[in-house]
Each structure stands twice: as C-alpha cells, then as structure tokens.
DNA sequence: CTTATCTCTGGAAACGTTTTCAGAAAAACG
DNA sequence: CGTTTTTCTGAAAACGTTTCCAGAGATAAG
C-alpha cells in the first residue's frame, strides 16, 4: 500500500518551477508572475495537493490549533460552551484540540504536556481551580484562557459570567414580588461560579436587611442534588417553611420541581422556584421557570477571540495587563415565581415573548470599564 | 523572548550522549545501557523536555489524534457523544480534535480537507448523510467510523443506534396498556434515526394490525416541534383524538407535555405520552417520562474503539469486510404512559429503581451477529 | 587465539515544509 | 545602449525528530 502522499516536490516538477516557488503560491509571500501563479495553482488542485501540516509547523512554530481544557463533558452547559468556542474557531480558519474529564489538579497538569506544541493556545475551564494554580504550571510563552475561574492572579486574561449580579437581580425579583423567606440551593462547594451566585444572593438579601431570613441548602448543580435538597426542607419542619426557591442552576431548580410537586406544594403560589442558566428547556417546565439567562455559547466565543488576540500580539500583548471580561445576564420572568397569570411556554410561532418578560440585563462591565457589545453568538 | 525550546540535542549534549540514543530511552526502541537510560531520564526531565510533536509526526506519519466531524454540537445528545469519545481517546492516549456545525456536505468536505493530514482517522457524525457520498470525499487511506448514518457502504465500519427496535419496543408497550390510536411525531425527514424511529413506530403498528391507525405529525428534534405538533392536533379536532403521543425524541416529549398541560388533557389519564433518548431530566418531568434509553457515552465510546483498530490494523484490515455495530436500546417506563401508579421522580438515594421499570432490551445485534456485551460508559 | 554473535552507540539521512540569499530576467531610466 | 532598479526565481539551509547503517566493544563459541 504505497500510495505515498503528493508533496510539494511534486506540484513543483508538474509545474516546472522550485518548490520555493510553489510555497510562495501556495501562501502568497513574495512576487511571483501571474502566469506561474496560475500554473501552479491548477496543478496543484490538479494533483490533489495539500501541504503538509506537520512540516508546516515544524518550521512556522504554529499549529493553527487551539486547544480547550474542560472538567468534565457533562450537560447542555459545556455543549453550548463548546459551540461557542467551535463557531469562533471556524471563523478565525483555527482548530479546536478538545480534552476534557479534568477533575483534579494531576490530570489537568497531564493534559497540559500532552498538548504542549501541539497548540499555540489555551482555552481553559475549570471553576474549581484558581488562576494563581495555572499559571504556575502553564509555560509561561504559551497564552491561555481562562473561563469561569476564580481570577486572582490578574495577568492571566479571564471572562467570567457575572454570577454575582444575575444573582442578585434574581433575589431582588423576589424581594419584589413579596417573597421574603427565599431559600438558595447552592451549587458544588468548591465551584467557583455557584460561589459568586451564593455571595450574590447573601448580598441581596443583606441590602434589603434580610440576612437573618438566609437558608441555605447543599447542592451539586444536578438535578438530584436539587431534589434532595428539597426533600430535606420539606421533611425537617410541616411545610416547606419557605415562599420561595432560587437554585444555583436550572438542573438543580428542575430537582426543586419535582419535589415540590411530589409533596403537593403548589408553585408558584405557595413557593416560587427560580433557577439559573435559563437552559432551552427551562421555558416548558411546569410551570415555566423563571431564570437568569446566560450567554453561554457567548462565552466560548469571547473566549477564542481574546486567546487569538493573545496568540496574535505575541507571547506578551505590549498592551500590559491582561484584560477580564464580565459577561452580563439578563432575568427571565416565566411562572414558576408566580408574577404572571398567563399560561403556556411560548407564542405558538416561536418567538419569544407573548409570556414571558425578559429583566433588565445584571450590569456588564469590561475589565477597564469598556461596555460589552451584545453581538450574542 | 528568544528562549528557545529545549530539544533533544540539548538533552543529547548534556547527558554526553548522541541524540539517536536519547530517541531509543524515550521511546524505549532498540537495546540501551541501564545506566545511560537513566542518565537520559534524568537530564530529561530535569530540563523540562517534551519532544515537538510536529517533527515527530512528520517523520513517523502519525499524529496521535482522531478527528470528530459532527453536524452540529447542540445539546445533551451531543455533549453526551462527544463526552464517551473523550473517554475513549483518552484511555487511548490519544488526542481529540473537534469540528462541528457542518449542516451541508460544502462544509464537511471543507473541514475534511483542513484536517488532512491532522488525523490518523475520523470519526464522522452525519445523521443526514449516508455512507457512500463519505467514501467518496475521504481520501482512502484514512480510516473512518460512521455513526448514526445510513450505512448503504458496507465497507465503511459504522455503530448506530437500534433505533427501529427501540421504537417497536416502546409502541408495543403502548399497545399493552390497551392504548389504541398512537400518535408519532417525527424528527427531521432527512435525519436517518428519526427515518429509522418511524420506521420503527409503523412496524409495530402494522403487526398489530393497526396501520390505518398511524397517525404522523411532522417535527425537528426540539422541545418547540413537539410543542407545535401537539398544538395543531389539539386545534384540528376536539379533544386530541389519541390515546397516546409518542415522540421521536425527548426534547419534542418536553414539548408535547408542555402543549397537553396548556391544553388542559390530563397525562397519563387521557392521553399517554413517550420519548426517546431518556436524558437526564426525564425522569424529573413531571409526570416523569416514559422513553427508550440509549447508552449515547457508550456510542462514542465504541466508535473510538473501532476507529483504533482500524488505524492499527492499517489501511484495509486484513479481516476483510467492514464491522457494523448496533447499540441495543432499553424501555424505561415512568409514569408518563400510565402503567405506574406511584409517584415521584427518583428514589431518595438517587439510584434508579423504586420509581422506574427497566423493560427488555430491543434485540442487540453485531454486524456479524456476534453479541454486544454490557460494557456501558 | 581467531572468529562469530551479541549489545550498545553515534553519524547521517530522511520527513515536507518555509525562508534566506543571491542570481537572473525584465523593466525603468539616463 | 549601459546602468540601475525592480520583479521574479531557484538552491540550500533550517526546523526537531526517527531510523537505518555501520562500527566498537564485549562475550561466546570454536
């Protein structure tokens, strides 16, 4: 099975010229006459040529390839960051090296020399890990990422969701509905974005002088984690003890749901739920769930253009410090807060609208103050 | 920023060696002194060497990766595959490279063209594709492994779904619980496991002597084509004039509930409704969803598998004829249908049971009838 | 002691590109 | 027409590996 693959060598004696030649055709660098140029373009599609990736990058240094870190591929979150990052990474002609199932620092660590060369940057995610801990492992001439990470050390660029506001916005909804014993199921322990939305609903709550009335419930951001938490609340006292439920995500709230109903506890109008994420099927529960909306594909798409702009502007941009985006999320009012009467998921065309509002958006700022654009992905 | 990589010369000169024997320590081809192999060892690590990937792949024409072409990355479905393909190519060492949103064959043969050379194999999700327009763009010495395509290329190794089985399955419990007129909603007409589930669905209809019952409503996989579906039957007469909804999806079921809720028919009373898929929420809808599990992880994972052996085996496998794999389905029965009558999603400890029936699995076949064992993801 | 077989090692040739440098042809200019 | 500039082209040197080949010791066999 020879079949040896066509080289540049080839396409360069079809054509009759050096392969000096060709590589200047083939990448535009340097003048070369239009008659060659046509020649050689015809033989090489002609011969069915595609240059050499490896080689490529053996002398170039660069791999068109950027590579994402994951901690693990579970849920419709992840997709949609995926496809975020995968439509950014088409536009810019680049490729997307995928690894994911990263629990603990070692496989993180192990994943990071397998991929050394083989990118010329990094996209990585992991709520759990802070970035002081990256950047003592990542070599330092290669750009990274950073996505939903705690962002102590402030030269590593990060683009973070601003949990903390969404959250916030999601308690004060509540607050102004009437609903003052507002329960919050909290997300992994150590997660850094179920943290900032705790620390969002405590701030609420203690602006409006409610810090007392704080319950807060364990949770792990599936949905049986919310289910669970659910089932602990109703079993300690009779009744729910509670007018309202907002979960740290909508997997969670989804839980929260489903124990609810099982006990026969009407939402919303004995308790509200509320969740976050706004996940596609949030708006077809029963009833539809009021949410935080998340830019989630957004976010994967920001996330390759900064890590461009980086690998771009060389191993340290001149511009100095590294940028942080905070992506803004907006409240989504359905009926599982009880603030409409309306029913049904949606206006039978598909639009949105008809029954359900969407609040006011949860403040986005840029690192040094420059207001996001909303082109949504 | 010069700072130049550390190559294997540099390890080479300072462990007094020359770079041939440096290559044979790490990877332990050819014979070596113990003593030279740790000397090796040492200086390498000790200088923090890793081999430049692009050099070695150009030399041994491998690049230690496999590429994933799929159609789009949305939701669980997707994130499920590519979460059992990460598995798999991880136990593998090997390296995952991704490539989605193609919806017409301009695009895949685009992207196949970009990572020539790239990959050691492919593997290729196009539920809307079948398998010989594939072999006619991938160049033939690249392995590859279908998933969910019409195999009509027998020569083309290809894992899909029991789709029509698990469909039979699902309608012929309908059938035992005295349920008479089933409705199905389609997937999308060109995708090849929506064409199989409706293949599935008339099958059983006509062995029960039920064909002029089908009744077929149009849809496209999403929580809004159930919805839409269910809405046009419910306008179309009074009352919904079926006993039983069956969906050729989750996402549409989400839909349906959604739509019958809104419309006031009572589920499972007046009108049973069934997936397929069985995502993670089903079981938290409410009332939690009957449907036709599919090990999606295991699906990824599988097709790793073949794609290895098909890239060790060499070109053309000695073996002869290409392997065809089918993924056996499982009826899980919640309350959705009407044949439990206890309530809530999940036992409180989280394992399945209590609340769940695990029906027969619909007939697992191998290409060559060998049996699929169990070994889930 | 010679010869044949091991075990270990280094030199050098690949692999398929890009890029530098210098030379050749063409064009512009006097 | 000679000179200078400009445009085009080819030879050859990288890039960092693996691998083939042959040589050097050492050990075994005769």
Redesign the interface.
């Known amino acids: ?1 020879p ?1 040896r ?1 066509v080289t540049i060598r080839d396409v360069a004696r079809e054509a009759g010229v050096s392969v000096a030649t060709v590589s200047r055709v083939l990448n535009d660098s340097g003048p070369v006459r239009e008659a060659t140029r046509e020649r050689v373009l015809g033989v090489a599609t002609s011969l069915r040529y ?1 240059p ?4 490529r ?2 002398i170039t240094r660069e ?1 068109l ?1 950027i590579g994402v870190l994951l901690p ?5 979150f ?2 949609e960051v ?2 975020g990052i ?2 950014g990474v ?1 536009r810019e ?1 680049y ?7 990263h629990d603990d620092w070692e496989e993180i660590s192990a994943a990071l ?6 990118v010329d940057g990094l996209v990585i995610m992991s709520p759990d890990l802070d970035a002081a801990a990256v950047q003592s492992t990542v070599p330092s ?1 290669l750009p990274v990422v950073l996505l939903n990470c705690a962002a102590s050390g402030r030269d590593i660029p990060a683009i973070n969701i601003d949990n903390r506001g969404g959250a916030r916005a999601m308690v004060e909804h509540l607050l102004s509905l009437g609903r003052r014993r507002i329960a919050f199921v909290c997300g992994p322990a150590r997660n850094h974005d179920a943290a900032e939305r705790l620390a969002g609903y405590r701030e609420a709550l203690a602006a409006a002088g409610l810090a007392s009335q704080a319950r807060e419930l364990p949770g792990d951001f599936n ?2 984690g919310g ?2 938490a659910l ?1 602990e609340l109703l079993e300690a006292g009779e009744g729910p003890g509670v007018d309202a439920v907002f979960a740290a995500n909508d ?1 969670m709230a ?2 929260v ?2 124990a609810l ?2 006990a026969g506890v009407r939402v919303p109008e004995e308790v509200g739920v509320a969740g976050f994420d706004d996940i ?2 949030a ?4 009833p539809p769930l009021t949410s935080v909306h998340v830019p989630i594909a957004e976010l994967g798409l920001r996330a390759v253009s900064a890590l461009l702009r980086a690998v771009r502007g ?3 941009d001149a511009s100095g410090e590294a940028r942080q985006e905070l992506l803004a999320t907006q409240l989504v009012i359905r009926r599982s807060c009880g603030s409409l009467t309306t ?4 206006g ?1 065309d ?1 639009a949105d609208g008809a029954n359900e509002l969407v609040g006011g958006s949860s403040g986005a700022r840029g690192g040094k103050g420059a207001p996001l654009t909303g082109e949504s992905a």
Request: hydrophobic share 30%; charged share 25%.
């Open positions: 099975m079949e693959a595609v050499n990736q490896a080689a990058s053996l791999t390839t693990d591929l579970y849920g419709e992840f997709s995926i496809r995968d439509l088409q002609r490729h997307l090296l995928l690894s994911g199932s020399r397998a991929m050394h060369r083989r001439d949905e049986l289910y669970r089932r997997s989804v839980g749901l489903s109903r099982e596609p099927i708006r077809y529960l029963s060389g191993p340290r029913c049904g998921p949606d039978a598909g």
